[in-house]
């Protein structure tokens, strides 16, 4: 009794290789093998292009709010003092800061001054986020210690002022230039508030990547800014930053706990939830289109196969009366359309795997080629087009090509397998 060759043999894996490196006079279809290879290339490449750009874009927008901004702040409930005056400053606020710092998980606890002002410098004026911190504090700030770029001396700050550097660049002003500051609640007197100015010495100018704080932000030692803004002995809020931003929610109670009674905190979350929330819909909606791109060429495999298999009828004919099943050449066609998807998938994964990690030179070249402009961090607030290569997205990318590849496969490889023999040799 003849023994029956096992599935996927080498001789199916020979057959399937001669028929797509056929040439196109021997009945083979190496144009459209090389159109579907390239066509799921393609798209793999862009599938995980745009995976890694949206996780970068991800990573680096919390990452810039996290390392300029508070995770959480506390701030003090208001509330009607004996004079009839509403108070929304904590008092104490060293003790408070100190009790907070001692929760774990806890890494700062700044008591700040926040105020609104007028910057004025070289007959030019711009709204300013002032911020009064200690010298030390505002040290500690990620991205404060290691900005994007920097000029001056932070540890200065007690002798001037800090400025983002587009404020800076927007006024006018260098290191050791004068600018001044406007405030409409200052001194109050006889006929209401007095307007407020001061100057001070820029003696630190730093640059963070995020257009929102490098276009707005001064800071101010707590002192100055505690007599500027009429916060003697009182802070408008602590500033806490924690060891894992992602569960702030977990911490809010322990740290409003340690604050004292009648404080309430505001999250990075809650204040960045818009922004989060519309990049997680985005990340869905272009995952969608991408795959739907994936799978357009993955049908290009399909009307690939259907021509093989038609021009391929008289081999087809000849191999079943030599004794080969419908299950062999099934697979010899299945074969065939599954190595131009995991060849075509492999070189899209080389692709964007070199895109993601030389993006830069890559976007710099498109920038120049296009005359500049391309990329505007006042509407993306950060100075640039980000990428972060993450396995699991490479993954998926892989296993959306392979799957569609498998499944567009199998119609022509059955309409091959399923031919008659005898219809296939009647006019040869």
Known sequence: MAQTAPPFSAYEFLIAWRYLRARRREGGVSVMTWISLIGVALAVFALIATL????GFRTEFVGTILGANAHVQVLQTPYRNEAGVVVRTLDDFDARAEAVRNVEGVTRAAPTVRGQVM???NNRNAGVDVLGQRVEDVATLPLLADPEMSFGDLSRLDEGIAL???LAANLGVGIGDPVQLIS??????IFGSNIRTSTFEVVHIFQVGRFDVDNVRAYLPLE?????FN???VVDELEVLVDEPENIDALVPDILAAAGPNTYSWTWMQSAGGFLRALEMEDNIMFVILSILVLIASLNITSGLIMLVKNKGRDVGILRTMGLSQGAILRVFFLCGLSIGIFGTIIGVILGCLFAIYIDPIFNAVNWLLGGGVWDPSIRFISQLPAELQLADVLKAVGLSLSLSFVVTIFPARRAARMNPVEALRYE
């Not at 409409?184 to 007197?189: A, S």
């Open 52 to 55: 890694a750009v949206r996780s």
């Open 119 to 121: 910057a004025s410098a």
């Open 164 to 166: 983002g550097s587009r």
């Open 231 to 233: 916060r003697e002995g």
């Open 184 to 189: 409409p609640n200052g001194v109050q007197g």
């Open 224 to 228: 100055e800014a505690q007599r500027f």
